[in-house]
């Protein structure tokens, strides 16, 4: 008996898989994507998946071809502008995230088919029930995500090297690091965000932080270069910060100031002790912006 593969069903099926499964990776690493991205990277995967039931690849290839096909998902999800540790983590992440739901779909179409109600019948016709129950299961997941509490970020602009630096910042309540004379709050930036803007030899020597490098700064930058201890988890990083550095911090919201006032947004200037490092990213974004700041 010959079984018969729909392709649209199939690629129907795997492109709400794949578009679930990078939902969920993409909300357990905190990162913010549009759903255009999401709809790419899961016609990608679909397209994929239709490929390998046409072919009779060896498993080699398959594996192979598989490994790729994430990556590729991943990338388009994300972006061009990361490191390949997070594009292996994040895709890890969706592997593991998939075969969750792949595992319970699983689970499902057999409870289905032991009490009589199998997930495909003779007609080609899905089971009322396994569909419902997969929409439940789908539903409940975004749901207790949906109900998590949210990240808060903000429109950051820096003033720094002579030129203005604008992106996005993750606002951390958790950020409680001062620079230990002045006490002003200290506020991360990407070296990969200032490189769009300025990439002089000052922004090396901050990021190497060394003590024979910081003598070839410029005497202005040097002027205003201190030392910021921070502890991470297990270690204590000594960081080069820029003091009295001029940072533009918006909610990124509308606020209407009055009646017949145009809608403008809302936006504080603040002094604070920037610490450029090369990190990967802060919860998908440039920045990490202690939260006193915005009080």
């Known amino acids: 008996m010959q079984s018969v593969v729909y392709a649209d069903v199939l690629f129907f099926i795997n492109f709400c898989m794949d578009y679930v499964s990078l939902y969920i990776t993409m909300k357990l690493t905190h ?8 709809a790419a990277a899961a016609a990608v995967g ?12 060896p498993r080699v290839v398959s594996v192979i071809s598989g490994i790729a096909a994430s990556f590729a998902m991943t990338v388009i999800t994300i972006g061009l502008r990361q490191s390949a540790g997070v594009y ?3 895709s890890a992440i969706m592997w ?3 075969a969750l739901l792949a595992g319970g779909v699983t689970l499902v179409c057999t409870l289905g088919n032991t009490s009589g109600m199998t997930a495909l019948d003779s007609k080609g016709q899905s089971s009322m029930f396994v569909l419902a129950l997969g929409c439940f299961i789908v539903i ?9 509490p949210k990240s808060e970020s903000c429109d950051a602009e820096f003033h720094i090297f002579g030129v203005n630096i604008k992106t996005r910042a993750l606002v951390d309540s958790g950020n409680l690091v001062t620079e230990p004379i002045s006490g002003l709050p200290v506020i991360f930036l990407r070296k990969k965000a200032v ?14 932080g060394t003590a024979a490098s910081l003598e070839c700064l410029s005497p202005d930058t040097k002027r205003r270069v201190r030392i910021i201890s921070v502890k991470r988890v297990g270690t204590t990083k000594l960081l080069c910060g820029l003091m009295s550095c001029e940072v533009l911090i918006g909610s990124g919201k509308n606020v209407k100031k009055g009646k017949g006032v145009k809608m403008k947004k809302e936006r504080k200037s603040v002094k604070a002790c920037v610490v450029i490092e090369d990190s990967e990213d802060y919860g998908g974004y440039d920045a990490l912006v202690p939260a006193s700041v915005l009080d």
Do not use: H, N, P, T
């Not at 990162?31 to 999401?38: D, E, I, M, N, Y």
């Not at 803007?197 to 190497?208: A, N, R, T, V």
């Open 46 to 57: 679909a397209i994929y998946g239709v490929v390998q039931v046409c072919i009779d690849s």
């Open 140 to 148: 409940f997941i975004v749901r207790i995500f949906s109900s998590s």
């Open 31 to 38: 990162r913010k994507v549009g759903v255009l991205r999401f």
């Open 88 to 90: 292996i983590r994040c």
């Open 195 to 208: 490189l769009r803007f300025y990439d002089g030899k000052d922004l090396e020597i901050l990021s190497e």
């Open 96 to 98: 593991g995230v998939g």
